[in-house]
């Protein structure tokens, strides 16, 4: 299903398909694109390191770099010219940890003193990570991560490509719960509108559940015997 078959099937569930709309065609895309975020969203995001998002330019002289906006997790980062492993960290746990350099312990602190780019501090702010370490040469950092989709669902004829064609029909759930909430009297139903939030959620935590799943390393267990 692209985005026409979602508006058509929006338009069918909620019996508005004859002019004048109760729903103005804007709505509906603004619905329909909400959905598809909030599944991503709920679902934990889109796993990702083939894209453009997953390649952060490290320049040397400076303490930052930006990331995609789409980024919610890193999970793993990588030095590109070494494939040496970056360790992710957050900024409240900086003085939690040491670093060992030559035999010698030190805190881990940012300044800007100079060397090697071995810590990503994440979560400072949206859309940017500090290197702990000021880095001395240009480098990339290739990165594993969930984020949300690239595109915006704002016309016809869009494909969803971050979400499974299983998952489409899903989304109406919440284009209802929106739809349901509209200030209107033709519209406002609260009713049908915490329905639909409910079916929504309810599935997205089924999802979610099954992913985990999926992901779940399956360990073998070996018994010695009796």
């Known amino acids: 299903m692209d985005s026409t078959g979602l508006y058509e099937a929006f338009r069918s569930d909620v019996v508005d398909e004859a002019r004048p709309y ?13 959905a598809y ?24 002289g400076e303490a930052t770099a930006e990331i995609s906006p789409t980024i919610l997790r890193i999970m793993s980062a990588t030095l590109r010219s070494t494939k040496q492993p970056i360790q992710i960290i957050n900024e409240a746990d900086l003085g939690k940890m040491r670093s060992s350099d030559y035999g010698q312990i030190k805190q881990l602190t940012l300044n800007d003193q100079t060397g090697d780019v071995r810590y990503m501090v994440h979560g400072m702010r949206r859309g940017t990570v500090r290197w702990v370490m000021v880095p001395e040469v240009n480098d990339t950092a290739d990165l594993f991560v969930y984020r949300l989709p690239f595109d915006t669902i704002t016309d016809a004829g869009q494909e969803l490509t971050d979400v499974d064609e299983d998952h489409h029909i899903h989304l109406l759930d919440w284009m209802k719960h929106l739809a349901y909430k509209k200030q209107d009297a033709d519209t406002f139903n609260p009713q049908a509108s915490l329905q639909g939030k409910q079916d929504f959620e309810a599935y997205c935590s089924f999802v979610k559940a099954e992913l985990e799943r999926y992901n779940h390393k399956t360990r073998t267990v070996t018994y010695g015997g009796l």
């Open 37 to 60: 975020r909030m599944f991503v969203r709920l679902t934990g995001g889109v796993a990702d390191f083939l894209s453009d998002a997953c390649a952060v330019d490290i320049v040397a």
């Open 22 to 34: 109760l729903w103005q065609d804007a709505d509906v895309w603004r619905y329909a694109n909400d």
